[in-house]
């Protein structure tokens, strides 16, 4: 049988595998940071009325520029972040990752570098190699923080086109301060103009403000963000971002034809309208995020501060096998290849109490 790498793939991707997490049947599971809680049936039948809607147009392309959409995150951005941004500023593609492959399309590629501070969210790396850019693999600090000294040295001596700072990062949780980004903004910008793209998947579950203010007068400064987490929405696969609006231009050069579906628009305008709802469950989930840290901590475990909707929580002398034992009691979590850690979701109340359970069994075998 004919392999992978015998076909005539790039020689980048040989040895490579795809992105993914365990997909198993199991009654807790709680390692794809997904937001536990089903949209509220309000929502449910406005995304019906609204497909509806759009359903009587599907012989028609859709809105090319997806301009009422756009409309509608940049009032959502505007009211929760603190800085106020414009259509022209804002674009949607489908899930972050789609966001983050078109920059890379527009200003990487071949004999082109980005750069990302490790551990930290592995597409960045994948879409990298997969768009024919260069990827190097930045420093970071025993407890997961990014070294702004360190990170600014390398970000000089690699002189990268494009630096990804993700803030909470996964799967560590930990959130960047904005001075370290400036810091690092400036070092790209002086090595020679670089992109620099902020990733706040997870932003709406920070103790911390957005960083989207600090786009104003750098053109050079991307936020991406998605509605897959805080919106409860990841079957949708929808992903966005705030720039300068010649950065929107340049994405569009990239861009598919009507690359957004007429129902994903359709959808994702439902989900804005309920807004206040959905971000009343990322204030429960921040609530069961904070008591899984503080109980962890308690159970003896070592547990790295989080500003995301997950915990990485250890040490394990064998993480994998942690993992398995948790799974054996019928909880899953992530095994993400921190050494000596392991990443757990906040769930429901409910789910979190049994994943707790499953740890104390967990810690007295270990004893």
Request: with cysteine; proline share 7%.
């Amino acid at each position: 049988m004919t392999g992978i790498d015998d076909l005539p793939i790039r020689d980048e991707l040989r040895g490579k595998t795809p992105y993914g997490a365990p997909q198993l049947d199991v009654p807790v599971r709680l390692n794809t940071n997904e937001n536990p809680y089903p949209l509220p049936e309000p929502l449910v039948r406005r995304i019906a009325e609204r497909v509806t809607e759009a359903a009587r147009t599907l012989n028609r392309y859709p809105d090319r520029d997806a301009v009422e959409l756009r409309t509608g995150l940049a009032d959502y951005l505007s009211r929760t972040c603190g800085h106020r941004v414009t259509a022209p500023q804002v674009w949607a593609a489908n899930g972050s990752n789609e966001v983050i492959q078109q920059l890379l399309q527009a200003f990487g590629g071949p004999g082109r570098t980005a750069i990302g501070f490790e551990p930290s969210y592995s597409m960045h790396a994948l879409i990298s190699r997969g768009t024919g850019t260069g990827w190097i693999s930045g420093p970071r600090s025993e407890d997961f923080t990014i070294d702004t000294g360190a990170a600014v040295a390398a970000i000089a001596e690699h002189r990268p086109d494009v630096v990804f700072i993700t803030s909470p990062n996964n799967p560590t949780g930990t959130a960047v301060d904005a001075d370290t980004v400036l810091a690092l903004h400036e070092a790209a910008q002086a090595a020679k103009p670089s992109l620099v793209v902020v990733d706040e998947a997870y932003g709406e579950f920070s103790h911390r403000p957005s960083l989207l203010p600090l786009i104003e007068g750098r053109p050079h400064l991307v936020v991406s963000r998605t509605m897959s987490k805080a919106f409860g929405a990841a079957g949708l696969r929808l992903g966005y971002l705030a720039a300068d609006p010649a950065v929107v231009d340049a994405v569009q050069l990239v861009r598919l034809p009507y690359h957004l579906s007429a129902v994903t628009q359709a959808t994702a305008l439902a989900a804005l309208e309920h807004t206040d709802t959905l971000l009343g469950y990322v204030d429960q989930l921040k609530a069961e995020r904070d008591r899984l840290v503080t109980e962890l901590r308690a159970l003896g475990c070592e547990v790295t501060d989080s500003d995301a909707n997950f915990v990485q929580f250890g040490r394990f002398e064998d993480s994998h096998r942690a993992w398995q034992r948790l799974l054996e009691q019928g909880v899953l979590v992530r095994d993400n290849g921190v050494p000596g850690r392991l990443r757990v979701t906040a769930g429901t109340p409910e789910e979190n109490d049994a994943f707790l359970d499953a740890v104390r069994v967990l810690m007295k075998q270990s004893a």
